[in-house]
C-alpha cells in the first residue's frame, strides 16, 4: 500500500513542481531505497542466526553419530537417508504414520475448542459487566502462575476419578472450556484494543451481543484468533509429559513421546534417526505457520473507518 | 444494557465451569499440600509451616532464586525488544516478507525438542561453533557451558532465540492498526520515527502489556531449557527454580515441600504481576483509534 | 436471547456428551472367563523394545490365553510414568523397576506384590545374595534383571599411540599420564572421570584401603580424615594430568561421555563404567578404535572394592488381578531358553542363572559387558547400601565433588559435607 501511495504522488507532482522541490522528491525515494536496504541487510543477519542451528539440525540428521558430535560444518560427509527410514518405522510395533495422526487426533479437536471457548470467554470478559469480574479476572491471571509440576498428580487422581485414563480426554476436553489462560488472556487484550463504536452502531441497529460477535467482532479479531489456533497447534504438538502420563497404550502415543522412544541411557542412541524425526516434526507446525501467513498479510484495513 | 450483564456470565459460563472442574482441585490440593510432608507413597502427613521454614535454610534454595532472578530480568527485556523490533520491520510491504516471518518463527517451533539439546551443545560447547567463528577473530575459546558465570547466559540465549512467539503476537497487534491512520500522519508530515512512539506503540500498549506480563511469568518458570541442556549445572549456576521444584517433587518425592516450593514461586510471580497491572493505567491505551 | 439460548443449549449438549463419553473405561480386563490380559511396562531403547516385543509374542503363542499389553518408551518421564501409577493405583499388572524404587515404591516390604508366595515363579535361579537386594522384610518385591558393576574400560588404541601398557595400579595411572602428556598432548589423559565416576573413585579408594564399604547401619562408615586423603588423592589424580578437571570437563556441557568429542576421537585413554553400557561407549568410538576390558587397579589397599548392584528388577503390581498369570509370564521371561535368547543383554548380563546358562551355552556371553561383568563379580567388595542410588543423593555426590573440583570448597569442608548431609538423608529414608 505505501509504496502505491508514494508511486501516486511522485505521478501527481513531477508534472507540476519546481526544481527544487523535484530534488527533494529524488532525495526521499533514495532515503527510502536505503531504509528498505538497511532493513534486508538487519532481517538477513538475524535470519541467519534464526536459521543457521536449524540448517545443521538438518544436515546432522545424515550424519553419522560420531560426525554430530565433532564435526563443526552442517554438511554431512554423505547424505546418508536411513536416518528417515529407520526413524519412521521406529523399533516399536507401529510407525510414525500411526503416531503422526495420533498427534492430530489430539491437536485439530484441541485447537478448534479452544478457539472458540477463548473466543467465547474473552467476549464475556471484554464487553460486559459482569458482578465480581475483577475477581474472576484475578482467578484467570492466578491460574497462569503456578508451576504445573504440583498440579499434575492431583489432576492426574482427578482425571482418574473420572474414568478418562488412557484416552485423549483429559488432553482434549479442558480445553473446550477455556483452561489455558495465557490465550483468554491474550483474546481479552485483543479485543479492548478494539474500538466499540461499530458494535455499538450494530446493537442501536438491533443486533444481539452474539451477533455482534460473530459478524463485528471476529472479523476484526481474526489474526488474535489465527495466532491462538497456531501457538496451540504447535504447543499441542510438543507436549509431551501430558500425554506420557495420560496415555498408557503405545499405539495411542502422538508424535512426541515417539521422538523419546528410542532414548536410554544403556542404549546406543542413533542420533540421525531422533534427529530425522524431529525435522520431520516440524513440518505440519511449518505448514499452518505458513497458511496463517495470508491472515497477517490481509491485516484489518476494513474497520469501516474509512468507510 | 441489565440483559447485557446476565448475557456475560453466559458467555464465561465454559470458562467458569473449567475453573471448577478441572483446575480448582488441583490448586487446592496442591496449596493444602504445601503444608504436608508428602512422600507419595504414604498418606500425607500434616507439618504445618515447616517446608517454608526448611526452604529459608536451604542455601540451594536461595541460589536458585538468585539464579532465576538474574535470567528473568536478562531475558525478559531482550526477547520482547527483540520480538518487538523484528515484527516492526516485518510489518513493512517487503518483498519476501514471508520467508523471513517463517524463518523468525522457525526456532520457536523446536520448542523444547531433542534436538535442541544436541543444538545449544554443538553451539556452546568448548568445540563448538561460537568457539570456532571467535576463534577466527583471535579470541581464546571460551568455557560457556563450564564456567559457572556463563552457563546462564546460554539457556538466555535459547529462549531470546526463540522469540517467534511474542514477535507473532506483536505483528498480530501491529497489523490491527488501520492504514489511515498512517495516512494521515505521513500527509503532515510526521518522521518514521514519531510515527511509531506516538501512533504505533501507544496503540499496541495493551499487547505489548499482556506480551510483557506473559513473558515474565513464562520466564519464572522456564524448565526446559536448563532441563534438557544443561541439567541445572555446573555448580547449579544454571539451576533455575522450576527445576528446583520438580527434583523435590518427581524425584525425590519431596512432594509437600515440592508444592510449598511452588506456591512460594506463587506469590512472586503474583507481586511482579500486581506491579505491573497497577502500572496499567499509567502506560496503556485501551479503545484505541481515538487519537 | 434466543440465539444465546441456542448457544448455551449447544455448549452444554457439548459438555454432556463429552462428560458421558467417559462412560466406565476399567482397566483393561477379560472379556471371556479365560482369556487375561496384563499390562507390562519397561523402558529402554531400540535394541530392548524390540527384543521385549519378539519375547512377548512368543509367550503368548506358547500360553494362548493371556495377552500382554506392552506399554514402554524412552527413559525420560519414566520415573514420573511410573510414580503417578502408583500413586493413581493405575500402575500395569508387570513392571520393570529401577532398583532404588523398590525402597521408595515399597518401604515397609509390601508396596509390590511378594513373590515369594507365587509358586510360578522359581526362585531358585538367584543367588541369595542377589535376590537379598530386592528382598525387602522378608518379602521379595522384585525379580533382580541383571547385576551390573563398574568396570575400568580402556581406549586400547590410545594406549597404544601412547606406547604404554593397560594400567594395573593407580601408580600405573600417574606414570602413563606423564607419557600420554609427553607423547600425544596435554588434551590426553590416561582416564575420564565425570561427577559420579570421581566420587566413585573416592569411595573405591576407601574401600580398597579400609575393607569398609561407603554406608553402614545407615551411617557414612568413614572418618572426616580418610575421606580428605581420598579427596586429595583424586585432586593430585587431576594435578597430574591422570584425569581432567571438572572445569574443563565441564567445557563440553552436560553431556554423555561418549558424546564428547573427547571421547569420539581417542583424547580419553579410558573410562570407569558400567558393564552393561560399554557397548554404546564402544560404538561411539570413531574410526575403527577398540576398548579393552581392564583389571581393577590395586596399589591403594588389599581389599577388594569393585562396586557392583542390581541393575534393574522386574516387579508385580501388588493390586493385580491376575496374579498366577503374571507370575507364569514373569518367569517365562527371565528363565524360558528361548525368551533367554531373545532377549541376550539387552537388559545387561541377565542375574537369573537359568538365563545366564542359556545365554553361556549359545555363546551369548561375550564382549566388553560380559568381560566387565565377570571381572565386577571377581572383584566384589562388601556391597552397597540400599540407599545408595537414591535420587536426592545422587544429586548430593555430584554436586560436592564437582565444587571441590571448582575449587569452591577445600578437602576439609568437602569431607565435612559429605558426612553430614549422606548422614542426614540416609536417615530420613531409612526412616
Not at chain 1, 538475524?46 to 536459521?51: A, N, R
Not at chain 2, 523444547?112 to 561453533?129: E, K, M, P, Q, Y
Not at chain 3, 537386594?133 to 525379580?143: A, D, H, M, R, S
Not at chain 3, 565377570?374 to 567388595?381: A, P
Request: proline share 4%; charged share 15%; with cysteine.
Amino acid at each position: 500500500m505505501k509504496t502505491e501511495i508514494k508511486q501516486k504522488k511522485s505521478n501527481v507532482d513531477l508534472s507540476n513542481l519546481p526544481e527544487n522541490d523535484l530534488i527533494l522528491r529524488k532525495r526521499r525515494i533514495r532515503r527510502n531505497k536505503i531504509n528498505a536496504a538497511l532493513r534486508y541487510t538487519i532481517l538477513a543477519i538475524v535470519g541467519l542466526f534464526m536459521l543457521y542451528p536449524l540448517v545443521w539440525l538438518i544436515g546432522a540428521s545424515f550424519k553419522t553419530n560420531a560426525e554430530i558430535f565433532t564435526s563443526i560444518g552442517f554438511l554431512p560427509s554423505s547424505f546418508d537417508f536411513s536416518g528417515y527410514v529407520r526413524g519412521w518405522n521406529t523399533s516399536t510395533q507401529y510407525t510414525f504414520t500411526t503416531y503422526f495422526a495420533n498427534t492430530f487426533k489430539i491437536v485439530i479437536p484441541k485447537v478448534i475448542l479452544t478457539v472458540i471457548s477463548t473466543t467465547l470467554t474473552a467476549y464475556g470478559f471484554a464487553r460486559f459487566k459482569i458482578p465480581g469480574k475483577k475477581y474472576l479476572f484475578s482467578i484467570l491471571i492466578a491460574t497462569l502462575l503456578l508451576p504445573n509440576v504440583v498440579l499434575r498428580i492431583p489432576q492426574y487422581l482427578m482425571f482418574r476419578e473420572f474414568g478418562w485414563l488412557n484416552s485423549y480426554k483429559p488432553l482434549v476436553v479442558p480445553a473446550a472450556f477455556a483452561v489455558d489462560a495465557f490465550f483468554v488472556f491474550m483474546m481479552i487484550q485483543f479485543m479492548r484494543g478494539l474500538p466499540k463504536d461499530l458494535e455499538e452502531a450494530a446493537v442501536i441497529d438491533g443486533c444481539n451481543s452474539f451477533q455482534v460477535l460473530v459478524y463485528i467482532l471476529i472479523p476484526m479479531l481474526k489474526p488474535a484468533m489465527i495466532s491462538v489456533a497456531l501457538f496451540q497447534f504447535m504447543w499441542t504438538m510438543n507436549d509431551f509429559l501430558g500425554p506420557l502420563i495420560y496415555l498408557s497404550s503405545v499405539e495411542k502415543y502422538p508424535v512426541s513421546i515417539a521422538l523419546k522412544m528410542s532414548m536410554d541411557a544403556s542404549a546406543l542412541v542413533n542420533w540421525n534417526q531422533i534427529i530425522a524425526m524431529s525435522v520431520i516434526a516440524l513440518i505440519p507446525s511449518l505448514v499452518v505457520f505458513f497458511l496463517a501467513q495470508k491472515h497477517f498479510v490481509d491485516g484489518i484495513t476494513t474497520t469501516g473507518m474509512k468507510g | 444494557m441489565k440483559l447485557k450483564k446476565h448475557v456475560g456470565i453466559l458467555y464465561i459460563l465454559p470458562w467458569l465451569i473449567g475453573i471448577i472442574a478441572f483446575t480448582a482441585f488441583p490448586f487446592i490440593a496442591s496449596f493444602v499440600l504445601s503444608f504436608t510432608d508428602y512422600n507419595l507413597i504414604s498418606s500425607p502427613s500434616f507439618v504445618g509451616l515447616s517446608n517454608y521454614r526448611t526452604m529459608m535454610d536451604t542455601p540451594l534454595f536461595w541460589k536458585s532464586l538468585r539464579t532465576t532472578f538474574i535470567y528473568v530480568f536478562v531475558t525478559v527485556p531482550l526477547k520482547l525488544s527483540f520480538a518487538l523490533f523484528i515484527a516492526y520491520i516485518l510489518n513493512f510491504k517487503l518483498k519476501g516478507v514471508n520467508f523471513f516471518r517463517t524463518a523468525y518463527y522457525l526456532p520457536s517451533i523446536l520448542g523444547g525438542s531433542v534436538a535442541i539439546a544436541v543444538l545449544w551443545r554443538f553451539l556452546f560447547a568448548d568445540t563448538g561453533l561460537i568457539n570456532m567463528i571467535i576463534g577466527n577473530f583471535g579470541v581464546d575459546p571460551i568455557s560457556w557451558l563450564g564456567n559457572p558465570r556463563y552457563a546462564i547466559f546460554t539457556i538466555s540465549l535459547l529462549r531470546v532465540w526463540q522469540f517467534g512467539s511474542p514477535m507473532v503476537i506483536f505483528l498480530a497487534a501491529l497489523k490491527n492498526i488501520p492504514e489511515s491512520l498512517y495516512e494521515a500522519a505521513r500527509i503532515d508530515g510526521a518522521s518514521k520515527t514519531h510515527i511509531f512512539f506516538k501512533i504505533t506503540l501507544p496503540l499496541i500498549t495493551p499487547i505489548v502489556f499482556f506480551n510483557f506480563i506473559m513473558q515474565l511469568v513464562q520466564a519464572f518458570q522456564e524448565f526446559n531449557g536448563p532441563y534438557i541442556i544443561t541439567g541445572g549445572g555446573p555448580l547449579n549456576s544454571t539451576y533455575l527454580f522450576p527445576l528446583y521444584i520438580y527434583d523435590n517433587s518427581f524425584k525425590y518425592f519431596r512432594m509437600g515441600y515440592g508444592s510449598a516450593l511452588s506456591w512460594f514461586l506463587f506469590a512472586i510471580i503474583m507481586v511482579f504481576t500486581l506491579i505491573t497491572f497497577k502500572s496499567e493505567k499509567y502506560w496503556v491505551h485501551y479503545d484505541g483509534g481515538d487519537e | 436471547m434466543k440465539k444465546m439460548a441456542k448457544v448455551v443449549a449447544v455448549l452444554l449438549t457439548l459438555v454432556m456428551l463429552l462428560t458421558a463419553c467417559a462412560g466406565n473405561k476399567p482397566a483393561t480386563n477379560a472379556d471371556g472367563e479365560e482369556q487375561v490380559t496384563l499390562r507390562f511396562s519397561w523402558w529402554g531403547g531400540d535394541a530392548r523394545h524390540e527384543a521385549t516385543l519378539e519375547a512377548i509374542a512368543l509367550f503368548e503363542e506358547k500360553y494362548p490365553n493371556i495377552k500382554i499389553e506392552a506399554e514402554y518408551g524412552g527413559w525420560q518421564g519414566h520415573q514420573e510414568k511410573v510414580t503417578t501409577q502408583m500413586v493413581g493405583n493405575t500402575a500395569p499388572d508387570v513392571l520393570q523397576v529401577n532398583w532404588n524404587w523398590l525402597y521408595i515404591f515399597s518401604k515397609d516390604g509390601n508396596g509390590f506384590y511378594d513373590l515369594s508366595t507365587l509358586a510360578d515363579i522359581n526362585l531358585d535361579n538367584y543367588e541369595s545374595a542377589i535376590l537379598d537386594q530386592t528382598t525387602i522384610n522378608g518379602k521379595v518385591n522384585g525379580l533382580p534383571v541383571g547385576i551390573g558393576g563398574k568396570v575400568f574400560y580402556w581406549n586400547g588404541s590410545t594406549y597404544e599411540k601412547a606406547g604404554v601398557e593397560i594400567p594395573q595400579t593407580f601408580d600405573d595411572l600417574f606414570a602413563a599420564a606423564e607419557v600420554f602428556q609427553a607423547t600425544l598432548g596435554n588434551d590426553y589423559y590416561p582416564i575420564d572421570l565425570d561427577q559420579y565416576g570421581a566420587f566413585l573413585m573416592l569411595l573405591y579408594y576407601l574401600e580398597q584401603q579400609t575393607g569398609k564399604p561407603f554406608i553402614v547401619d545407615n551411617k557414612v562408615a568413614y572418618t572426616e580424615a580418610q575421606l580428605v586423603e581420598a579427596l586429595e588423592y583424586y585432586n593430585s589424580m587431576v594435578e597430574a594430568g591422570v584425569t581432567p578437571s571438572m572445569e574443563s570437563r565441564g567445557a563440553a556441557g552436560n553431556v554423555p561421555v561418549d558424546q564428547t568429542p573427547s571421547w569420539i576421537q581417542g583424547r580419553y585413554g579410558g573410562t570407569y563404567e558400567w558393564d552393561s553400557a560399554i557397548d554404546k561407549f564402544q560404538a561411539a568410538l570413531e574410526g575403527d578404535q577398540k576398548i579393552v576390558t581392564g583389571d581393577f587397579l590395586t596399589g591403594i589397599g588389599s581389599h577388594p572394592s569393585a562396586l557392583a548392584k542390581v541393575s534393574m528388577a522386574y516387579s508385580i503390581n501388588k493390586n493385580t488381578k491376575h496374579p498366577e498369570a503374571a507370575a507364569k509370564f514373569l518367569n517365562f521371561l527371565v528363565s524360558d531358553k528361548e525368551a533367554s535368547e531373545i532377549l541376550g543383554t539387552t537388559r545387561g548380563i541377565p542375574a537369573n542363572l537359568a538365563a545366564k546358562d542359556t545365554l553361556q551355552d549359545l555363546g551369548l556371553l561375550s564382549g566388553l559387558g560380559y568381560e566387565g561383568n565377570v571381572k565386577v563379580i571377581d572383584n566384589l567388595g562388601v556391597g552397597i547400601s540400599p540407599y545408595f542410588e537414591d535420587a536426592e543423593l545422587q544429586a548430593f555426590y555430584r554436586q560436592v565433588i564437582e565444587e571441590y573440583g571448582y575449587g569452591q570448597i577445600n578437602a576439609q569442608q568437602a569431607a565435612e559435607k559429605i558426612i553430614t548431609t549422606v548422614n542426614r538423608l540416609v536417615a530420613e529414608l531409612a526412616k
